[in-house]
């Protein structure tokens, strides 16, 4: 069996040598011979659960979502001048919900879904995924405390009254951090063992397309509900 890539979408088969071989030279996207982002003997594939690993993965597309959500909302108020406090509130509470989602996958590990449970503590996900993202482990580790103790310090123990923004961790790095688990996750797919015709796929199929069409959802709708509430006076 030989596995190829589909380049427009992500998605990856096992196909027969002469299949994979034909595939490659036609004039689709298909192709073998392009270089792993992942090390396929850092993974014990049976003890991976397709159920768990999609949670995992639902819960990176949370973050992202809820962080792009805040900053359209934080950006857009500072530009049509709006003051209702309602809207940093809930400029507040998507970045809270971005923090919470985040730790779920990457924060402690007492997560049900948490990568360690997900993937297996001694696995190779955490080396892949840095060496995806081009920071070393010590990076990933700085960015999880930080992240960590922004949810219990700053958000357990915050009464987040939309009065201001709060102060967070750059979510640069964990938007990043989605978009290379979901390179690694779609490599690691087909090397699950699975039930005779049971396939599994991840959802979106391209993460650049996903967070395209997200963004601009996103940038359609937010200031146009905001400058239809501009000057709606919030009564304490």
Known sequence: MMLVRNTRTGEQLDLEGSVAERWHHSCSPWTYGWKSK???????????????????????????RSALIARQLSASIKELGVTNIIWTQLINSSYTTAVIEWCKAYGTNNEEFHWKKVFGENSSFITDLSWELNLTKDDLERYRVAMTEARSKRIAHSNMDGEAEIKLPQFDTAINMARATHALVIELIPRIPTEPNEIYRLNPPNFESWITHLQDSISSTIPDALAATKNVVFER
């Open 38 to 64: 992942i090390n396929p003997t850092g993974y014990n594939f049976s003890e991976i659960e397709p159920e768990s690993m999609h949670q995992f993965w639902n819960n990176n597309m949370a973050f992202v």
